[in-house]
């Protein structure tokens, strides 16, 4: 009996030729499985092309609602941002993909996966850990670490061989990783960090020059830290996060040019457009200084980049995770309210920020004098804080002395 392999199908350049590769490779059938994380595909056309190169199966798993709920949202609330910049976008995508295709396999009788993931890249890593954790027992092909293409131009190569229609071309080099949280681009131009990416390379984005000479004004509503409406409207995730991505997208907002480090030990460079998670984020954190008493924001703080680290090294279905989750959770139980944001050629400013919950208040903060606060606690506060320092600088002004007057 023939084995029967899933491979995670995109349609794209690598899992165009993997298809006939595997069936070349190996005594299989392959059965596609189109995982629908809002890349905006011609769904159909995908599948048309998944069954002309050899599958047996097409199956299309609609995501984009788990995505957003259940691993997007988890690390918006966790504040999770890998490098300063990144929104961890592919990162967020591939645990979900991997997970349902393993759900994919075991409903088939598959024996194995297959992924056309690089041996250089760090998504191999996010898939295979996530099929250890979830399915150990199933087999895994990766061609990428088999065959012996070197190249996108090799892939083309093999491609136009076969005559397997690809978009990719020697002059559209860019590789492309698209979901509804984000759009990234490697190659092409970007190889060297030295050279700005192209007019071109942008595709969510107006760039600045391009946007309305106006600045937009939008109001984002949470509830125990997950964006629930926009502009007072509620909205499902999926609507609210298109909604965000259509005016982040016209006023330039969500452009990053990043340097990164890579789980694999080398660098490279990304560019990436996250117009609506930028504003997202953006909002979040304001609600939270808001909101959050001071030591459990900072430490909040040293969580977020754990959080990230994660999930941009594949370990997303580890008990660290799980318990990073549990924290975050009841951080968010008073992370409720608006904030508004000013939106202009690239910029986000906040316009205000309001919530039941805040701790913010006014009869302290104000430069007016109160009854709710006294000004004297401060001399005891200070000279408590400075016991450590006092007792410092006087010890050395007695082992100076000492030394004067040996």
């Not at 002309?52 to 259940?70: Q, S």
């Not at 007019?199 to 509830?223: H, K, M, N, Y």
Request: hydrophobic share 40%.
């Amino acid at each position: 009996m023939r084995e029967k392999v899933v491979l995670a199908y995109s349609g794209g350049l690598d899992t165009s030729i993997i298809i006939p590769w595997l069936k070349e490779n190996y005594d299989c059938d392959v059965i596609a499985m189109i995982a629908d994380v809002g890349q905006g595909d011609d769904i159909e056309a995908v599948i048309e092309k998944a069954h002309k190169t050899g599958a047996v199966k097409v199956i299309v798993e609609d995501l984009r609602h788990e995505f957003l709920h259940d691993y997007v949202f988890p690390a918006l609330r966790a504040g999770a941002v890998y490098e300063h910049k990144y929104l961890l976008g592919t990162s967020l995508a591939r645990p979900v993909i991997a997970k349902h295709q393993v759900e994919v396999a075991l409903r088939e009788g598959a024996t194995t996966l297959a992924h056309g993931c690089t041996g250089k890249g760090n998504d191999q890593v996010r898939f295979e850990h996530a099929f250890q954790a979830l399915a150990p027992e199933l087999k895994v092909i990766a061609p990428w670490r088999e065959w012996d293409l070197k190249s996108r131009e090799d892939c083309l190569d093999y491609a136009e061989k076969r005559g397997i229609p690809v978009e990719a071309s020697r002059t559209k080099i860019h590789s492309r990783d698209r979901n509804i949280w984000h759009l990234s681009h490697e190659g092409g131009e970007l190889e060297d960090p030295a050279n700005a990416p192209l007019d071109s390379t942008w595709q969510l984005t107006r760039s600045p020059q391009e946007a309305p000479d106006r600045e937009e004004t939008v109001t984002i509503g949470f509830e125990a830290g997950t964006p629930v409406s926009v502009d007072g409207q509620k909205l499902d995730a999926v609507s609210l996060v298109e909604l965000l991505n259509e005016i982040g997208g016209r006023n330039a907002i969500g452009r990053i040019d990043l340097v990164e480090n890579r789980f694999v030990g080398m660098k490279s460079r990304g560019c990436y457009e996250t117009p609506g998670g930028t504003m997202l984020l953006a909002a979040h954190r304001e609600l939270e200084a808001l909101v959050l008493e001071r030591e459990l924001m900072h430490f909040k703080e040293q969580v977020a980049l754990k959080y990230a680290e994660l999930v941009y090294f594949g370990l997303w279905f580890t008990p660290l995770r799980e318990a990073l989750d549990a924290f975050v959770a009841q951080t968010q139980q008073e992370i409720t309210g608006t904030v508004t944001l000013n939106l202009y050629k690239g910029n986000v400013t906040i316009a205000s920020r309001e919530s039941e919950y805040s701790l913010y208040r006014t009869d302290l903060s104000s430069f007016t004098m109160g009854e709710s606060y006294d000004q004297k606690d401060a001399a005891g506060f200070i000279r408590i804080l400075g016991l450590p320092a006092r007792s410092r600088a006087l010890r050395n002004k007695r082992t100076a002395h000492q030394e004067i007057t040996k």
